[in-house]
């Protein structure tokens, strides 16, 4: 406090006594507040303006990707405008605080040129603190901007070594304009509207990565076809079987509330309201020969939909308990990163074919049993009975039908791709893999990585053939032939 500052108050103390000066400090408190608000708000509105957000509202998800980032931005810029208006809400409601703690001051002290010397210090504190500020205020903004340009410059950097080309998969006989490949690589959907009106090609997503791919509309029908024609895997249906299973699950659902009921909430969410038929479409595996189909139903909206949400939230906590489960990249990149190949051994990878068609459905029902009655915690994420989940699932397993132009189909005997990939993961759980010395082995859903000398054993505890599903295991050279999918 400067020595002036404590002649006025000094003055005010011996001329007006103790209550005068409390108001007087309270006006000082009061400036100071509207100094420091003032600038926090013109910081963030600078940030607004400059599309910057401020680390104290920076939001994190578990959930990644494209669509995730978009949602979490466009919250964060909510967030920063709902900062703004508190910012001015605050400073109004201080600039009424001031006032009034003046007009007291003013009242109290009838002096007119010790009013101008009260008038004049608090004006000069709120100057003196907004420029203090201001240079902390700065300073971050500049930090900020500073961040977000070595961002923009990685970012840059890393798309100028991405090949974009590879975005873009045109397997059709249409020749893609610039502008119709820049189009499909950015997924702007008016123009990607316009563009599905040629009925000659069919746009698709990439089985995996991040591609679109382009195919002649004949050439993924006779795909399709020929996918629908196994007619070990599916059968046609003479008509539309929602409404028989409507009353099939109806029928299970009144069956529980007369003999074993279950909580009303769970009843109601499982209770079939919609009939959309569930329907089949499939995404090229442009990562093999001939870029085959892999099968997709979409079966939102459907009668089944719901009950299966149920049963994936339950059987979730049970996947990846395996010694060998991998769940993601980022962990097999740090399993394999010091990994060494022995001489005279090769690394090999698996990829399961076909894995959803492949699974019975009474070994992936067994295979849950066992997982279920062995966990402790089942009681505590759900209040439904062992009973009523196996029936449940069983129901959701046995109803994979689906439509593809007009005509019904039926899954035959194995788990469908459509419902949750819980079963499917718990089943391969079971499937242990014997050899006849250590090695290393690590899954993730279809695809395993191994290190071996022999040709390994596969047991079948799951109660099916598991080589069967799995393609090509052996190398070139090995002396019973083969070869192995995904290279050596």
């Known amino acids: 406090m400067t020595e002036s500052n404590i002649s006025l108050h000094a003055a005010i103390l011996r001329q007006h006594g103790r209550d005068v000066l409390k108001i007087l400090r309270k006006a000082e408190n009061t400036t100071l507040k509207i100094a420091r608000w003032t600038n926090h708000r013109i910081f963030n509105i600078r940030c607004a303006k400059a599309d910057i957000t401020p680390r104290s509202i920076k939001l994190k998800s578990a959930v990644t990707g494209i669509k995730a980032n978009k949602v979490i931005h466009k919250a964060e810029k909510q967030l920063l405008d709902i900062r703004i208006r508190n910012c001015s809400f605050t400073i109004s409601k201080l600039q009424d605080e001031l006032q ?4 007291e001051l003013v009242s109290a002290i009838d002096d007119h ?10 004006s000069r504190m709120r100057s003196t603190e907004f420029e203090n500020v201001k240079g902390k205020q700065r300073d971050k903004f500049a930090k900020l901007v ?3 340009q070595e961002l923009l410059l990685k970012k840059r950097a890393q798309d100028s070594e991405i090949d974009k080309n590879r975005w873009v998969i045109n397997k059709s006989d249409r020749i893609l304009s610039d502008n119709e490949r820049s189009v499909l690589e950015k997924g702007e959907q008016k123009a990607l509207f316009d563009l599905k009106k040629d009925a000659d090609i069919t746009i698709l997503p990439a089985d995996k990565g991040r591609a679109t791919v382009v195919l002649n509309t004949n050439d993924y029908e006779k795909k399709m076809e020929a996918l629908l024609n196994d007619t070990n895997t599916y059968q046609k249906l003479d008509k539309d079987p929602t409404a028989t299973y409507k009353r099939e699950l109806v029928g299970i659902i009144r069956k529980w509330q007369n003999k074993d009921p279950i909580p009303l909430d769970i009843k109601h969410k499982i209770y079939p309201t919609t009939e959309e038929v569930p329907k089949i479409y499939g995404t090229p595996k442009i990562h093999k020969p001939d870029a085959p189909l892999r099968s997709i139903v979409s079966s939102m909206g459907s009668l089944t939909y719901n009950a299966a949400k149920v049963i994936a939230d339950i059987l979730s906590p049970l996947v990846g308990k395996a010694e060998h489960h991998i769940h993601n990249s980022g962990e097999f990149v740090d399993k394999i990163k010091n990994l060494e190949v022995p001489p005279g051994q090769k690394l090999i990878s698996y990829d399961v074919s076909a894995l959803f068609t492949s699974i019975p459905v009474p070994d992936a029902i067994e ?4 997982k279920l009655e062995s966990d402790t915690t089942l009681k505590d994420r759900t209040p439904l009975k062992i009973n009523h989940i196996l029936e449940l699932l069983t129901f959701c397993l046995n109803t994979t039908y689906f439509v593809y132009q007009g005509q019904f189909y039926k899954q035959t005997h194995a788990v ?7 079963q499917h993961d718990i089943s391969l759980d079971n499937v242990e893999v014997i050899g006849r010395e250590d090695h290393f082995w690590n899954r993730k859903i279809r695809e395993a990585l191994e290190i071996k000398t022999l040709r390994p054993t596969l047991n079948r505890d799951a109660g099916y053939d598991l080589p069967a599903i799995y393609d090509d295991l052996l190398p070139l050279d090995h002396p019973e032939g083969g070869q192995v999918t995904g290279g050596v």
């Open 100 to 103: 009034n703690s003046e007009t």
């Open 113 to 122: 040129q010790q009013q101008q010397q009260v008038e004049t210090h608090l």
């Open 146 to 148: 500073s961040s977000k």
């Open 367 to 370: 295979a849950v049993k066992e």
């Open 416 to 422: 469908g791709e459509h419902k949750s990939n819980h």
